[in-house]
T-cell receptor, first 114, second 112 residues
Framework: NAGVTQTPKFQVLKTGQSMTLQCAQD?????MYWYRQDPGMGLRLIYY???????DKGEVPNGYNVSRLNKREFSLRLESAAPSQTSVYFC?????????????FGPGTRLTVL | SQQGEEDPQALSIQEGENATMNCSYK?????LQWYRQNSGRGLVHLIL?????REKHSGRLRVTLDTSKKSSSLLITASRAADTASYFC????????????FGTGTRLQVTL
């Protein structure tokens, strides 16, 4: 099993460009999450999908959109990138059953916006 | 604002010593989890402690939780160079079944 995979690993954008970060999991998990990690800030939740067909805003959703394409895939879109979105982005998934609280993380996408 | 704040921000110890990290949080929780992040990698779950538990062990890890003080500690015994990483606490806040809120992390350096 690959677990949680993310593409691309690295990306450089110019201000105003758009892009989509892809995330897929092969663990049949119901819930999926997008976080950003900035130095000294820990991880902050951008959006999450508690189950297929639902998405909800997290702590820092402005400037982002998400799509839960199917149970496996959860994408994050930046419509008009800004330098403030320079960060490392992590996708995670969780089996949403009682007693299963652990989140599994992908390797991250390092994004630089110039 | 961050739900979890960790202390210290950075810790440097020698191999074989014990490492203790602390986490404080602000609101009522269902559980508290600890994750490790090696440089340039994603986070890996280490251990979970529920709000009705006070102490939990897993291998060389010992976690305590004091809900009256809204704090937790992670002890790594007999540390190894391979334990060098950043460690994050994460809280699942009561009433938010799907979401975790992460602390700012403790960077642990274990030297030979």
């Amino acid at each position: 099993n690959a677990g949680v995979t993310q593409t691309p690993k690295f990306q450089v954008l110019k201000t105003g460009q758009s892009m989509t970060l892809q995330c897929a999991q092969d663990m049949n998990h119901n819930s999926m999450y997008w976080y950003r990690q900035d130095p000294g800030m820990g991880l902050r939740l951008i959006y999450y999908s508690a189950s297929e067909g639902t998405t909800d805003k997290g702590e820092v959703p402005n400037g982002y959109n998400v799509s839960r394409l199917n149970k496996r895939e959860f994408s994050l879109r930046l419509e008009s990138a800004a330098p403030s979105q320079t960060s490392v982005y992590f996708c995670a998934s969780r089996e949403a059953r009682l007693g299963y609280n652990e989140q599994f993380f992908g390797p991250g996408t390092r994004l630089t916006v110039l | 604002s961050q739900q979890g704040e960790e202390d210290p921000q950075a810790l440097s110890i020698q191999e074989g010593e014990n490492a203790t990290m602390n986490c404080s949080y602000k609101t009522s929780i269902n559980n508290l989890q600890w994750y490790r992040q090696n440089s340039g990698r994603g986070l890996v779950h280490l251990i979970l402690i529920r709000s009705n538990e006070r102490e939990k062990h897993s291998g060389r890890l010992r976690v305590t939780l004091d809900t009256s003080k809204k704090s937790s500690s992670l002890l790594i015994t007999a540390s190894r160079a391979a334990d060098t990483a950043s460690y994050f606490c994460a809280t699942q806040i009561t009433g938010t079944a799907s979401k975790l809120t992460f602390g700012t992390g403790t960077r642990l350096q274990v030297t030979l």
